[in-house]
């Protein structure tokens, strides 16, 4: 069956930086795109950033460009989200998202806190 793991949340001060993972298995993961998304409380979940299969498009909220940067090693059917310069206002929970009958993750944590 399809699953996606994200890993790598936590707590970070601002101006901190984390770097979220998310494994996959279950469909062949080099022919789908790849996506983040985010909750917070009390608001709806957002796209934060998108990579086409083999990473030639990619696609950033405005609120996290030049901040955030997503990649994927299909090697290791893994996409990452390396966050930088992070705010409290990105404090949510992170989920991973493949195309392939648009199949969640389950979420991590992510709290930007002094």
């Known amino acids: 069956q399809v699953q996606l793991v994200e890993s790598g949340g936590g707590l970070v001060q601002p101006g901190g930086s984390l770097r979220l993972s998310c494994a996959a298995s279950?469909?062949?993961?080099?022919?789908?795109?790849m996506s983040w998304y985010r909750q917070a409380p009390g608001k709806e979940r957002e796209l934060v950033a998108m990579?086409?299969?083999?990473?030639?498009?990619?696609n950033y909220a405005d609120s996290v460009k030049g901040r955030f940067t997503i990649s994927r090693d299909n090697t290791k059917n893994t996409v990452y989200l390396q966050m930088n310069s992070l705010k409290p206002d990105d404090t949510a929970v992170y989920y991973c998202?493949?195309?392939?009958?648009?199949?969640w993750g389950r979420g991590t944590q992510v709290t930007v806190s002094s």
């Open positions: 990579i086409t299969s083999a990473g030639g498009i990619i």
């Open positions: 279950g469909f062949i993961f080099n022919t789908y795109a």
């Open positions: 998202k493949t195309s392939y009958l648009n199949h």
